[in-house]
Nanobody, 121 residues
Framework: QVQLVESGGGLVQAGGSLRLSCATS??????????LGWYRQAPGNQRELVAT???????NYADSVKGRFTISRDNTKNTVYLQMNSLKPEDTAVYYC?????????????WGQGTRVTVSS
């Protein structure tokens, strides 16, 4: 069974930093994963892409977080991270990680339960 568990959210002042983690189980990054991503959903808004990292390691970021956020992964721990620096109040949201698996898994996607990030001004 594939499971994703996010952690690392919390309350931080504007300008501060947080590091989110998404620990997975039931899969092996190097074999099973096509892409990993972080998304966020603020109250009243749709869920939006924050950052992705592909199987090859290429990354993609939303314009709003470029230069401030960094996505990375540890294949030995099957964990994906989101380092968030220079946080702004508009970064306040619930952050979710998502994994897209290979064709062997029929390309299934799985989501974590989310971790809340609140940035105070």
């Amino acid at each position: 069974q594939v499971q994703l568990v996010e952690s690392g959210g919390g309350l931080v002042q504007a300008g501060g930093s947080l590091r989110l983690s998404c620990a997975t189980s039931g899969i092996t990054f190097a074999v099973d994963v096509m892409a990993l991503g972080w998304y966020r959903q603020a109250p009243g808004n749709q869920r939006e892409l924050v950052a992705t990292i592909s199987r090859s390691g290429s990354t993609n970021y939303a314009d709003s977080v470029k230069g401030r956020f960094t996505i990375s992964r540890d294949n030995t721990k099957n964990t994906v991270y989101l380092q968030m620096n220079s946080l702004k109040p508009e970064d306040t949201a619930v952050y979710y990680c998502k994994v897209r698996l290979t064709d062997v898994w029929n390309g299934h996607e799985y989501w974590g339960q989310g971790t809340r990030v609140t940035v105070s001004s």
